[in-house]
């Protein structure tokens, strides 16, 4: 079992930028993918980010060059650093792992943080 908590959400203009962090529990955080997924209200959930257990990592067409997911294996942690935010950004952004791999299902979900771009 794992538990995440997603910290970091909050208010911010466009073009700024903002880090969100992912705290994961449990001895075997090096074993699982991490990504990030969205969900603004109206829209269906979206793929953000993704990094595998060898640091590989995956975008959606629109964040890249923009977002730039990292882990930290030493502190359990998984972060989204978020630049040139957009207002189309704006979403509560959700936290996963997965035993599948960065691309498959996911098995554990934070409770989500709210992100809010403002124009």
């Known amino acids: 079992q794992v538990q995440l908590v997603e910290f970091g959400g909050g208010l911010v203009q466009a073009g700024g930028s903002l880090r969100l962090s992912c705290a994961a529990s449990?001895?075997?955080?090096?074993?699982?993918?991490m990504g990030w997924f969205r969900h603004a209200p109206g829209k269906e959930r979206q793929f953000v980010t993704a990094?595998?257990?060898?640091?590989?990592?995956y975008y959606a067409d629109s964040v890249k060059g923009r977002f730039t997911i990292s882990r930290d294996n030493a502190k359990n942690t998984v972060y989204l650093q978020m630049n040139s935010l957009k207002p189309e950004d704006t979403a509560v952004y959700y936290c996963?792992?997965?035993?599948?791999?960065?691309?498959?299902?996911?098995?554990?979900w934070g409770q989500g943080t709210q992100v809010t771009v403002s124009s």
């Open positions: 996963a792992a997965s035993t599948a791999g960065p691309l498959n299902e996911y098995d554990y």
């Open positions: 449990g001895r075997t955080f090096s074993s699982y993918a």
């Open positions: 990094i595998s257990w060898s640091d590989r990592t």
